[in-house]
């Protein structure tokens, strides 16, 4: 039987993402599917901190076990920018709206225009928040981290992923891009999807996700041997 996760996120290509990531033993719902509509805050000035108030929100608001995550690209050059400002980067700095990626692509190379190194991090917390089933009652809050080192590319390439994808090149990959990579080898490597199997691997170890026992016909419980 699939056991259901909620991720507090409405981003279609993150949810895909996720799903692929977690495979055939989840059912994965983002926010739509709860009936979330309002935007969430994410105030913190820390990935951890971001990702901590997403999933709190969620779950304090609509009474459900919840997982938010929250990435930052952090390049060397830029001392560590953008950082938690990674998805406002370009409307930040006069380059289009929030959340555009080509705008914050063209912000990101415009700054290291001249640079002595492109090395950079992308970095991927999860924070867990379980209200349900935690020992004791009492609510449990998780972190999890992923982290892929790389750098950025002198300019955009490939049509695959999302986001700064096209110019950032793991350092596994060959200098390929994330963009150029397919979802099962990008998914293998990437930050996101480091986080994400340490995520079902606490899952699948813990209480949660045990099978739920069968009820016999005089109303006791059956377990599996």
């Known amino acids: 039987m699939k056991r259901e996760l909620i991720m507090a996120s409405n981003n279609a290509h993150k ?18 599917d709860i009936g979330c509509t309002e935007e969430i805050p994410e105030t913190a000035d820390t990935l951890e901190g971001n990702a901590l108030q997403k999933a709190r929100y969620v779950s304090e608001h609509y009474g459900v076990d919840c997982f938010a995550d929250d990435t930052g690209l952090e390049v060397d050059a830029l001392n560590g ?25 063209r912000c990101l190379l415009d700054r290291l225009s001249g640079a002595a190194t492109r090395k950079a991090r992308f970095r991927t917390v999860i924070a867990l928040v379980r209200r349900h089933g935690a ?16 750098e950025i590319l002198r300019q955009p390439t490939g049509d695959g992923g999302f986001g700064y994808d096209p110019v950032f090149a793991p350092a596994e990959a060959g200098g390929l891009a994330f963009a150029e990579m397919s979802a099962e080898a990008k998914n293998a490597i990437s930050h996101r ?32 041997e």
Do not use: C
């Not at 799903?19 to 719902?29: A, N, P, V």
């Not at 953008?82 to 929030?98: D, Q």
């Open 15 to 32: 949810l895909e993402e996720v799903r692929q990531i977690l495979g055939s033993d989840f059912s994965l719902k983002g926010l739509a």
């Open 81 to 105: 920018a953008p950082g938690v400002y990674t998805a406002r980067f370009g409307s930040m700095n006069g380059y289009g709206e929030s959340h555009d990626s080509s705008a914050n692509i």
């Open 135 to 150: 020992e004791g009652g009492k609510q449990e809050e998780l972190l999890f981290e992923g982290v892929v080192e790389g």
């Open 193 to 224: 999807g480091r986080a994400t199997k340490k995520l079902a691997e606490y899952l699948w170890f813990t209480a949660w996700l045990r099978p739920e026992p069968r009820r016999g016909k005089q109303g006791g419980t059956m377990t599996d």
